[in-house]
């Protein structure tokens, strides 16, 4: 069955390093997202991405954050300068266009120092 | 700000039970309603969806919504411990490709 691949599972970083956090979707999906989760909170919408752009962004989704499909199979987020309070599991997730279904990659839990 | 409530819980019920969890939002706009299961420390995996008032049943589960009260609920039948998680209801925004998901309900099935 296909699946959301996301990578690494968990990346240590220091405050004010650059990160990029990796995910491939499912190889016929045309939408893709990404999320983060901080501990005990809830989940939370950051961007959609579709035919090459952003689709939606929400307010935490600031010029600290980027996304890029740089190919046909991986879809990245970076983080260009690590705060504290960036600290959370990061879920990229892909949806097939039809229905608004989204399939959740297994996460990255980003520490930052 | 675009709200999605749900009851913390924790809601416990005995094996074989029928499970009740609810969800209100804010946003009027809003067409697509979605309840997902997450366990713990995992990512959600999507269980149901509804767009239209009225009911939606896929085997045990069925979501109920209510677009007039702002409602949202999902029932499940014949609980198992398996069906031991949190549950989160998520809404898209009324421009379609913006999520909003709850804080969830955990639910504990008793064997």
């Known amino acids: 069955e296909p699946e959301v691949t996301q990578t690494p599972s968990h990346q240590v970083t220091q405050m004010g390093q650059e990160v990029i956090l990796r995910c491939v979707p499912i190889?016929?999906?045309?939408?893709f997202y990404w999320y983060r989760q901080i501990l005990g909170q809830k989940v939370e919408f950051l961007v959609s991405f579709y035919n090459n752009e952003i689709s939606e962004k929400s307010e935490i989704f600031d010029d600290q954050f980027s996304v890029e499909r740089p190919d046909g199979s991986n879809f990245t987020l970076k983080i260009r300068s690590t705060k504290l309070e960036d600290s959370a599991m990061y879920f990229c997730?892909?949806?097939?266009?039809?229905?608004?279904?989204?399939?959740f990659g297994p996460g990255t839990r980003l520490t930052v120092t | 700000q675009k709200e999605v409530e749900q009851n913390s819980g924790p809601l416990s019920v005995p094996e074989g039970a029928i499970a009740s969890l609810n969800c209100t939002y804010s946003?009027?706009?809003?067409?697509?309603f979605f309840w997902y299961r997450q366990y713990s420390g995992k990512s959600p995996e999507l269980i149901m969806f509804i767009y239209s008032n009225g009911d939606k049943e896929d085997g045990r589960f069925t979501a109920q919504l209510n677009k007039a009260s702002q409602y949202v609920s999902l029932l499940i039948r014949d609980s198992q411990p398996s069906d031991s998680a949190t549950y989160l209801c998520?809404?898209?925004?009324?421009?379609?490709?913006?999520?909003?998901f709850g804080t969830g309900t955990s639910l504990t099935v008793i064997p």
């Open positions: 946003d009027r706009g809003s067409q697509s």
């Open positions: 998520a809404v898209n925004s009324n421009t379609g490709n913006q999520f909003y």
């Open positions: 997730a892909s949806e097939g266009g039809s229905s608004y279904e989204q399939y």
């Open positions: 190889s016929n999906h045309l939408y």
